[in-house]
Structures are given as structure tokens and as C-alpha cells.
């Protein structure tokens, strides 16, 4: 199924899509596998597998911490491909890489991006985040990730003006992410009300699915977002669960953000 599919497949049963990101070897790779498949089973319709990267813009202190773990490792992005390869296989969603620019410039060497994209492609990703990659500058990555077979995602955030949500509409093939807030990742106690507004923007741009995410935390906050957003994106609570309590504490979270998608 595709990126965006599963996301329709989730609204036509009268719910919100669940998209889970975690990192790939955190607390180490094995591990990481094993969080992203209860996470599956436990109600995720996407998985977002982060390859970790030494300055990750977007990400807040719980992501970075845990990138940290894994680059201290030694953990490289064809150690990463190789378990989403077993994770595709066996989740039963679609995934996408959610990583950096430079991570996907520099893989096959400087400016060969056909190589990151066949690689995502030949271990079973369905698509790829690139954060850092504005859209109006896309237009190479997407010819590419097309030519691959990936879905593309961009990022809109609430100060983003008409052309810019626009670009973003255009060039994002799976589905818009919508940030509620201004800022990096991480587990906040409330929900931004600036994203509602933002996603009744972006519909007037496009028919994809849009997601938000940044801050959702708990199965309240999945159920606010799930009344305007066709799907709701967690990270930090996922990534803390895991850091916490492996994947039986990723599985318990998730059930509870699932039931949320559906109140």
C-alpha cells in the first residue's frame, strides 16, 4: 500500500491516520526494529524510520538525544537500510525514511541522489522526509524519488505564506506535514492552536492527505488533532517510550494514540 492510500484507507474507516516516528538504533538497532513493529501491530497505519544525523535541525532534545545514542554506535545509513529491509518485510504499513538533506546527498557520494533513493526503494520504504529541503527546491529530489517509486513529503508550518504552502502542496506527492507550532520536536503539555487554522489553509491547496505533527503527545491530543487533520504524527513520546520501556512501552503508547485517532 502507498503512503498516501493507507492514510485514505484509515479516513474511509471514519478515523484519523496514526504516523509513528522513531529512530533506527536507538537503543541499539536490534531494539529499534522490534519498537517500530509494535508499533505496527499496536495501531500505526505509517511508520516514519529516522536515519540519524549529527545536526538535526528540526529535531527537539528527546530525537537528538537518541540520534546521539545510535551515532555513538557507530550506526551508518546502510546499517539502517539493512533493518528497514527486515522491517518492511514484517510490519505490515508502509514506512518512510525521515531524514536530512545532506544524508541523501552524501550517500552514494557528493550529489548522488539516485543512489539514496534506489536504496530506500530496494529495502522497502515507501517514501522520504526530507525537513531540511525546502520545496521550492525539491524539484530535483522529487523527479527522483518519483523516478524510484517513493512519496514525497513537505513540511508547511503556520507562518508559511500562500506561495510557499503552495509549493508545498504541489511537490509533496504522500502527504503534507503540517507543523503546529514553530520550532523542534518534542512532548508539550497542550496543542498549538495554530494548527487547525493551518490546516484549513493547506486544504485550499490540495486534495493530499495532511498530517500534523510536532507536539502531539497523548490520546487527547491524537483526538483534537484527528477532528480537522486527515492524520497525526508522534515522535517524541514514541521515542521516549522506547528509550523507556522497549517495545512493550511503545506498544502501550500506541494503543492509547489508536484509540484516540478513533474517539
Known amino acids: 500500500m502507498t503512503v498516501a492510500g493507507a492514510i485514505r484507507a484509515a479516513n474511509r474507516d471514519g478515523r484519523a491516520a496514526l504516523v509513528v516516528y522513531l529512530p533506527a538504533g536507538y537503543p541499539d538497532m536490534a531494539t529499534s526494529r522490534r519498537c517500530l513493529e509494535a508499533a505496527a501491530a ?25 540520534n546521539q545514542v545510535a551515532l555513538d554506535a557507530g550506526y551508518t545509513p546502510r546499517d539502517d537500510l539493512v533493518m528497514c529491509a527486515d522491517l518492511t518485510a514484517s510490519a505490515g504499513v508502509p514506512a518512510l525514511v525521515m ?22 526503494r530496494d529495502a522497502g520504504l515507501a517514501g522520504a522526509i ?4 525546502p520545496a521550492e527546491e525539491g524539484r530535483p529530489w522529487g523527479a527522483i ?28 506527492t504522500g502527504f503534507v506535514y503540517a507543523t503546529s507550532v514553530l520550532g523542534v520536536t518534542g512532548v508539550r503539555h497542550s496543542l498549538s492552536a495554530a494548527a487547525a ?3 484549513e489553509r493547506l486544504r485550499g491547496q490540495t486534495d493530499r ?13 491524537a483526538a483534537e488533532v484527528a ?37
Not at 500505526?44 to 537518541?66: K, R, T
Open 42 to 66: 499496536s495501531g500505526a497505519d505509517l511508520l516514519e524510520v529516522g536515519f540519524p544525523y549529527s545536526d538535526p535541525l528540526m529535531d527537539g532534545p528527546i530525537i537528538q538525544a537518541a
Open 99 to 120: 531524514t536530512y538533506y545532506n544524508i541523501a546527498w552524501h550517500f552514494g557520494g557528493t550529489e548522488r541522489l539516485e543512489e539514496f533513493a534506489i536504496a530506500c
Open 130 to 133: 526530507l525537513p531540511d529541503l
Open 145 to 172: 524519488a518519483r523516478s524510484a517509486g517513493l512519496e514525497t513529503v513537505f513540511l508547511a508550518a503556520p507562518t508559511s505564506p500562500p506561495p510557499r504552502l503552495k509549493a508545498v502542496a504541489e511537490a509533496s
Open 197 to 199: 487554522p493551518l490546516v
Open 209 to 221: 492527505p495532511i498530517c500534523v505533527g510536532i507536539g502531539v503527545s497523548t490520546a487527547e491530543h
Open 227 to 263: 477532528a480537522f487533520a486527515d492524520g497525526v504524527i508522534v515522535g517524541s513520546a514514541a521515542v521516549r517510550a522506547a528509550g523507556d520501556g522497549g517495545p512493550a512501552a511503545v506498544a502501550e503508547l500506541v494503543s492509547d494514540l489508536a484509540a484516540g485517532c478513533r474517539r
